[in-house]
């Protein structure tokens, strides 16, 4: 990908522009961004994948002047007339295609729709420890899940039918009590939109949005990016530090042969809390430890991502990534599906190229060390990766 090339993508402004001047700043609406787009997934299919235990899928029914909802499995009902319900769900616990009102969100279509995960690749211009998933969202006219904000970027695009936005910066969190959605109680939208297919609108975090099906049926695919929180990222990453430390050969045990004898025994030794602070800040003081963790956290599967395990590589293959790997590096790791390595000269080479491209040619495997090789075989069976002809 050529960051600095215009591409109507992005409206005609390159990635490295984009990324410049509205990245976590600003809107955009971007018209004709996918021209010609087709949704990845029709509506049987994605109703079947939403029938599948292994992926997660939510309905939201909303109660509109003279419609009346069935009752559904696992469902969330309050009488301010919004239904939620969390899958897998079979073709009968649908609404019929005729209610208006109701929304199924499919999310990480690209860990099993070929052409979702292609449509994900257009916006690898942000970081891969960045990016979560592409979500679907089908919706009968009138449907959505009403005004609300999220604390990611996303971009918003029109695969099949029309969808009106409103949008406005977030002046009001507050939200509607009682409810099963997080619904703002103050909305206050400053533009609107219609958005037909190919048309884009990238939102950047805590702005609130409300998007509804108009003339029918609709589809809008929603491409979210993570955003860690610092207190719960700083736990995870410690918690997987801890587990990553070995015992020392010669450990350091605390010693106190000055301690005097106590009338106060329920007081903890100041000499005690000392020993463990320093333990901590020697342990701290290993940068590189902390970046492993932090490499094989933002690679860890989600709960529901599993792998079916594969064969041995044949010779004279290239490789590709499956779909539900995730992998990055930094300048002394290779990190994938919550595992990481140490990489150096030409492997080092290789294995960025694969998480960049997320494939590697016939030749260039064919190049790679015994090393490289073995591990490129154990991750074919482990279904990690896949031959390419």
Same mark, same amino acid.
């Given at each position: 990908m050529d960051i600095d090339a215009p591409t109507p993508l992005l409206g005609g402004i390159s990635p490295q522009t984009f990324m410049r001047r509205y990245w976590q700043k600003k809107p955009l609406l971007i018209r004709q961004a996918v021209p010609g787009v087709k949704p990845p997934v029709d509506r049987a299919a994605l109703f079947a994948l939403a029938a599948e235990e292994e992926v997660e899928s939510r309905l939201i029914v909303q109660r509109l002047p003279g419609t009346e909802p069935r009752a559904r499995k696992a469902a969330v009902d309050t009488d301010v007339g919004w239904r939620l319900s969390h899958g897998p769900?079979? !073709?009968?616990?649908?609404? %019929? #295609?005729?209610?208006?009102?109701w929304t199924l969100l499919v999310q990480g279509l690209d860990l099993h729709v070929p052409a979702a995960t292609e449509l994900l690749q257009r916006f690898r211009f942000v970081p891969d420890a960045r990016m979560d998933d592409l979500m679907?969202?089908?919706?009968?006219?009138?449907?959505?899940?009403?005004?609300?904000?999220?604390?990611?970027?996303?971009?918003?695009?029109?695969?099949?039918?029309?969808? !009106?936005?409103?949008?406005? %910066? #977030?002046?009001?969190?507050?939200?509607?009590?009682?409810?099963p959605l997080k619904i703002l109680t103050h909305f206050e939208p400053e533009e609107e939109w219609v958005l037909e297919p190919g048309d884009m609108l990238y939102l950047p975090p805590r702005w609130a949005h409300d998007g509804i099906a108009e003339g029918g049926e609709c589809m809008t695919c929603s491409i979210g990016f993570r955003v860690p929180e610092a207190t719960e990222l700083a736990r995870e990453v410690l918690i997987r530090w801890m587990e990553g430390m070995e015992s020392p050969e010669k450990p350091q045990l605390y010693r106190d042969p000055g301690q005097p004898a106590t009338v106060t025994p329920g007081r903890v030794p100041a000499s005690l809390q000392d020993f463990a602070a320093d333990a901590v800040a020697r342990a701290l003081k290993d940068p590189e430890a902390l970046r492993t963790a932090l490499g094989e956290i933002m690679t860890e599967p989600k709960p529901r991502v599993w792998f079916h395990p594969g064969e041995p590589l044949p010779e004279g293959c290239g490789v590709r990534l499956d779909a539900r790997t995730r992998m990055v590096y930094d300048d002394k790791r290779v990190f994938a599906n919550g595992?990481?390595?140490?990489?150096?000269?030409?492997?080092?080479?290789?294995?960025?190229?694969?998480?960049?491209?997320?494939?590697?040619?016939?030749r260039t495997v064919a190049q790679a060390s015994d090393a490289l090789r073995e591990l490129l075989h154990q991750w074919s069976e482990d279904g990690w990766l896949h031959p390419m002809g």
């Open positions: 769900f079979t !073709r009968r616990q649908l609404p %019929p #295609l005729t209610q208006p009102g679907i969202s089908y919706a009968t006219e009138q449907g959505g899940v009403g005004p609300h904000f999220d604390s990611y970027d996303v971009f918003l695009l029109q695969v099949h039918g029309s969808r !009106r936005w409103r949008i406005g %910066p #977030l002046k009001d969190a507050s939200l509607q009590p009682d409810v595992e990481s390595w140490r990489a150096a000269g030409k492997d080092a080479r290789h294995l960025r190229l694969l998480a960049d491209q997320r494939w590697l040619d016939a």
